[in-house]
């Protein structure tokens, strides 16, 4: 279901925010692919060429809402460059496996039979206790002046977690965002927030699907621009006419708790080419603090405790 409310705050940025809510990413993409768009021809920035090669990485919007539906084949090679970094993190998640001892639940037959004295298969209760679910916001509100390289390095940093975390037996969640402020400089600022769950806790992880939506720029640049150019409720918030044309204004982080949600770890937008992200290892880093940050943990360790 797509469905779009207007919210009134008592803290954050902006006190009225419009907000848009998708269940799934084909209840977004239909808005998108099915409403009729109020932007002047010629400024609908979904359909533009961007700023030189490599701005949305899509040949049309088509194009973008195609791979929204069969998912992005090149997002796991993406998601491979950085994962081999990530893999420190896989090693020090903390998980239980099945061992041999003298006493136990259940011997195996051969070894009792050879006379091994730790025959005795042990995992007890413990080893089958339910991982809390790990539920992650990723803001792609971006600036124009963010290279699709930074995009998809961010972006593949963010999938490697979320893989090992599923690989280690949590259970994540995964809500994309764009969000943005008009007229932020003056009294009243207005809040713009588009949201889709992009995966449910009890969804196994199609990384292919996923990565576009988290690591791919015409998420933003296409999608989500093609979103905010058919939300009439948009041009009444702002008395806007049509033949005004469409803008999108700043990205916003400043997000009351109450039009956001709860959550387990949020990533902002980015507002520059964040060296943080100019690397795979390097993303790998900035993820890995933007967890534990998120998570109210300082170190690896505290995050084992708190995942125990």
């Not at 809390?132 to 998809?152: C, D, E, F, H, Q």
């Not at 998420?219 to 009439?232: D, G, L, M, T, V």
């Not at 300082?298 to 405790?305: A, K, S, V």
């Amino acid at each position: 279901m797509y469905r779009t409310e207007i919210i009134r705050t008592k803290t954050g940025a902006a006190k009225q925010w419009l907000v848009a809510s998708a269940d799934s990413p084909e209840d977004l993409l239909s808005k998108v692919e099915y409403s009729k768009t109020w932007a002047v021809d010629g400024n609908a920035d979904c359909s533009s060429s961007g700023e030189g090669d490599g701005w949305a990485e899509t040949r049309d919007l088509s194009h973008a809402l195609e791979l929204g539906r069969v998912g992005w084949a090149k997002g796991r090679k993406t998601m491979m460059r950085v994962l081999d970094d990530s893999n420190v993190i896989r090693r020090n998640i903390p998980h239980r496996s099945d061992g041999l001892d003298v006493g136990g639940s259940y011997p195996v037959v051969p070894l009792a039979i050879a006379g091994d004295p730790c025959c005795m298969v042990t995992h007890g209760m413990e080893s089958t206790k339910t991982k809390p679910v790990v539920k992650l916001v990723v803001n792609v509100a971006v600036s124009g002046a963010v290279t699709a390289a930074t995009i998809m390095t961010r972006g593949g940093a963010i999938l490697s977690w979320v893989d090992g975390l599923e690989a280690e037996g949590f259970r994540c969640e995964i809500d994309v965002i764009e969000s943005g402020l008009f007229r932020e400089t003056t009294p009243n600022p207005l809040g713009v927030l588009y949201t889709v769950k992009v995966k449910r806790a009890d969804e196994p992880l199609d990384i292919d699907r996923v990565a576009f939506w988290v690591c791919h720029p015409a998420i933003q640049r296409r999608i989500f621009f093609a979103a905010y150019e058919r939300s009439p409720e948009l041009g009444t918030m702002l008395g806007l006419s049509p033949v005004e044309g469409v803008t999108y204004r700043s990205p916003c982080d400043h997000l009351p708790e109450d039009v956001l949600g709860l959550h387990s770890v949020y990533f902002p937008s980015l507002l520059r080419n964040n060296p943080d992200y100019a690397s795979p290892v390097a993303a790998v880093a900035a993820v890995e603090r933007a967890v534990l940050l998120s998570l109210q943990v300082e170190d690896i360790d505290q995050f084992n405790e708190w995942a125990a």
